[in-house]
Structure formats: structure tokens, C-alpha cells
């Protein structure tokens, strides 16, 4: 837990140190400041907007993978909206005078240097802390069944650190049989956690206090005031992994504390208002776009450019959503509920709009109707939802709010093409509708753009 808090420490203080010297770099290297001159006051705007943009895409989180070419183009994408929003701010809405020093080539060379700058430290950071967490065990007490599900999730998620099982009954077969993880008694691996034999990056919790044996409680709790992390498997997936898990739902999950959407109705108030500006503004700008596509389609197959369906909304209200049409016209004839990959229903017009995003643009109409919301849950057509409520208990609360363009489960999970992949995403949607804030909705953002640059859908 220290070593997490003195990773976002010293990132927190590189970018704030690093943006104050970067910019007064470039300005006394423009002659526009005597040498020595150090300012600070004109540049808490570029330095707030940084940090906010790289909070956004997690940059300050010990769980995200620096080192990957999707927080490549997320970190790039994030410091070019600091730039932005700096040249907005400083040249529109702050009285003069207090103005940054210099030009617009003064705050975009600078954002042009720290961007790698802010960049190269993380990823160096980043790689001594995987280091040290690859030797760090994740030490998970419960019965086997729950252990074997856990490595399975590991797994799925790409989890390198080794595992360690620490079970109250029947220690002798491992959990899981294509891992090298161990299945050991509680009490020894305890015993080696206090002895300084075993360095853990956390304890998971999967059974109850009542279950497990009476002096196991005390030794835990003397653990986790010894600074060792120690979650129950809920918050573990919500710390770590961003999702609620599926099996701690019930029909009174949601009188449970911390859901933000019971107690933010300024902010969803905020939150419609903004989707009506944005909404109507997109549609203005975005007609021609829409009416270009819907012609490109029209041409290819003379059937018609756009498609409507229907979908079930916020309260379980259905709603006509609409988009331009990229498959085949026959296509809504067939028993298929998926979209699968390569599909052939789909047009070579419709493949190009998929992968853009631009057949999507018309459900801007949803939102300015309040029938969808720029960010939501994904509406799911009438027929998926009538088979997912019967397969899947309490999967009416992704009703609770209007479903969106794009969403949490979006940008955190591949296209759906089954009722696992189903499961999985609606993990993500409860997360959503549990930590619903104006916080999440703008990372949500910064991680739709990057998916839109680089073409992942289907």
C-alpha cells in the first residue's frame, strides 16, 4: 500500500515539476523572459490541466500497464486535450493580463516536450514497480471452487504475479490445473506472510469471517495493520480490475453504500444538460457526415442508408435507436442475435463505418430525445435483453440508467458475441452504474477517442 501511495506521489510530483520547468524552458528560449526568471502563476493552468488529463486515463494507477501500446496512444491523446484545454482557457476565458506568458507556439512546444517526457518516466517507473511486483505473491483465502474461479479471472486478465491459494479445507489439490499456483492450509502461509518469508502485493477475502477458523480473523487483521493490503474479493475487483463481480449480486445489492447514483442528482441533472448541447451541437456539425454515409450506403446496394431497431432503454422503456444501416438489408431477416468477426452480412460501406464509428452518429437523435445518453451502458436490442433476463439474475439493473453511445464496458471489453462475454461486460456496467460520477464519464471519453483512432470495434 505505501509503495502504490509513493508511486502516485512521485509521478504527481514529476509532472508538476517537470511542466514548470518544461515552460519556462521554452519561454526563455523564445526570449520572452529575462534568463533566471522563473514564473509559476500563469502556469497552474497547463499544470492542472496535465494532471486532470492523466488522472483520466488512470496514469497515476499502479494497475495500468504503461508499457502497452493502448496507454501509448491513451497518454498521447491525453496530453494533446491538456494542450487544448490550456489554449482555450488562457485565451478565452481569462481576463487579460493574467495570461501565460508568451504565445499558442509557447504552450504547444511545451505540451510537444512533455508529452514523451511524462511518457519515458512512467514507463521507467512503471517497469522497476512490475519488477518487484513479479516476485510479490497474490495470496487469495477461500474454499477451492471460489479459488479456481479466481485463477481463472487471473488468467483470462493476463495476471503475472504468482498465486497463492490459502485454503481452509481440502489444501491438497491445486485450484487450478494450468497454473503453477499454489493450494496450501491458511495457517502456513500466514505463518510465512509474518515471518517475512512471503512478500505479498495483497490478501483477497472470499469467504466470510464465519467461515473461516476462529484464529484466522485476528491474525488477518493484525496483517492489515501491519500495511499488508487486504481486500475482500468485491473491492479487489473494484480497486484492481474496475468491475463488480457477478456473484455478490442479489435483489437488494443496490441499498448497499457508495452507489453514487442514488446521491448525485445534481449530477445527473448536469449530465442531461450536457448531452442535449452536445447532442444538438453534433448533429449540426456531424448532417453532412451522416448524410454522406447514408448516400455511400444507398449506392453500394440500393437499400436504404439508415436502420432502426428496437432497443430497451432507462426503467426498461423501449425506444427506436437509430443508425446507418451496414449490413446487407436481408440481414435483419436471420435468426443471428451477434455480429460476429469478418461478418459477411456486413457491407464493404458498412466495415469502413463500423470501424469509425460513424454509423453511430444518428443516435446522437437518441440523446437529444433523453431515449439514450452519450455515456451509458450499451442498449441492448428487445430480444437479447428477453434472454439475458432470463439466463442472468438482477441484469435489470444496467436499467437503472439511459444506456449510451459509449460506455464503460465499451472501452474495457471486446464486442459481446455470447452470453459469457454478456456476464463479463456487465460486470463493467455495474461498476459504471455504482461509481457513476462526472470523473468517470470523462475517462470514458479520453478512452473512446483512442478506440475510435485506431479502429477496434466490430
Not at 502461509?189 to 467461515?211: F, H, K, P, Q, T
Amino acid at each position: 500500500m505505501k509503495r502504490i501511495r509513493a508511486l502516485k506521489f512521485a509521478l504527481l510530483g514529476l509532472d508538476l515539476g517537470f511542466t514548470l520547468a518544461v515552460f519556462n524552458a521554452v519561454i526563455q528560449l523564445r526570449g520572452l523572459s529575462p534568463a533566471g526568471n522563473l514564473y509559476f502563476a500563469p502556469l497552474l493552468m497547463p499544470m492542472a490541466a496535465l494532471v486532470f488529463a492523466i488522472y483520466l486515463i488512470d496514469g497515476y494507477s499502479s494497475q495500468t500497464d504503461m508499457l502497452s501500446v493502448d496507454y501509448l496512444s491513451q497518454h498521447a491523446i491525453a496530453v494533446v486535450g491538456a494542450m487544448l484545454t490550456t489554449l482555450l482557457v488562457t485565451y478565452a476565458l481569462i481576463p487579460a493580463g493574467y495570461e501565460l506568458q508568451g504565445s499558442r507556439a509557447v504552450i504547444a512546444l511545451s505540451f510537444l516536450a512533455l508529452a514523451p517526457l511524462t511518457l519515458f518516466y512512467r514507463r521507467t517507473l512503471y517497469l522497476s514497480l512490475l519488477r518487484r511486483r513479479e516476485t510479490r505473491s497474490l495470496v487469495f483465502i477461500g474454499d477451492p471452487a471460489s479459488s479456481r474461479g479466481f485463477a481463472a479471472e487471473c488468467q483470462r486478465l493476463g495476471t503475472t504475479q504468482p498465486l497463492v491459494f490459502a485454503v481452509s479445507r481440502d489444501a491438497s489439490r491445486a485450484p487450478f490445473g494450468d497454473t503453477a499456483a499454489e493450494s496450501r492450509p491458511i495457517n502456513d502461509v500466514l505463518d510465512d506472510i509474518e515471518s517475512g518469508r512471503m512478500a505479498v502485493e495483497a490478501i483477497i477475502l472470499r469467504e466470510s469471517y464465519r467461515e473461516l477458523p476462529v484464529e484466522i480473523p485476528p491474525r488477518l487483521v493484525r496483517l492489515y495493520f501491519a500495511g499488508v493490503p487486504t481486500y475482500t474479493l468485491e473491492l479487489f475487483h473494484q480497486l484492481y480490475w474496475r468491475k463488480i463481480p457477478l456473484y455478490r449480486l442479489n435483489q437488494v445489492w443496490l441499498f448497499q453504500e457508495g452507489f453514487e447514483i442514488a446521491r448525485e442528482p445534481v449530477f445527473e441533472r448536469l449530465k442531461r444538460a450536457t448531452d442535449i448541447v452536445l447532442s444538438l451541437t453534433g448533429l449540426i456539425v456531424a448532417a453532412p457526415v451522416i448524410a454522406a454515409a447514408g448516400i455511400a450506403v444507398w449506392l453500394e446496394d440500393r437499400g436504404s442508408g439508415f436502420f432502426s431497431q428496437q432497443r430497451i432503454g432507462r426503467n426498461h422503456v423501449p425506444f427506436r435507436l437509430l443508425k446507418i444501416r451496414t449490413m446487407r438489408p436481408s440481414a435483419g431477416k436471420t435468426d443471428e442475435l451477434y455480429t460476429q468477426t469478418a461478418d459477411p452480412r456486413i457491407t464493404k460501406i458498412g466495415g469502413l463505418l463500423r470501424q469509425s464509428r460513424i454509423d453511430e452518429l444518428p443516435q446522437l437523435w437518441n440523446v437529444l430525445r433523453g431515449e439514450m445518453s452519450l455515456i451509458g451502458p450499451r442498449a441492448e436490442w428487445d430480444r437479447l435483453v428477453e434472454n439475458y433476463e432470463r439466463e442472468i439474475p438482477c441484469y435489470h439493473f444496467r436499467h437503472l440508467v439511459r444506456p449510451g453511445i459509449t460506455g464503460w464496458a465499451q472501452v474495457n471489453y471486446p464486442y459481446g458475441a455470447n452470453l459469457e462475454d454478456t456476464l463479463r461486460k456487465l460486470e463493467y456496467d455495474l461498476y459504471y452504474i455504482r461509481h457513476f460520477s462526472f470523473l468517470l464519464d470523462a475517462s470514458i471519453v479520453v478512452k473512446t477517442i483512442h478506440i475510435m483512432l485506431f479502429g477496434k470495434g466490430r
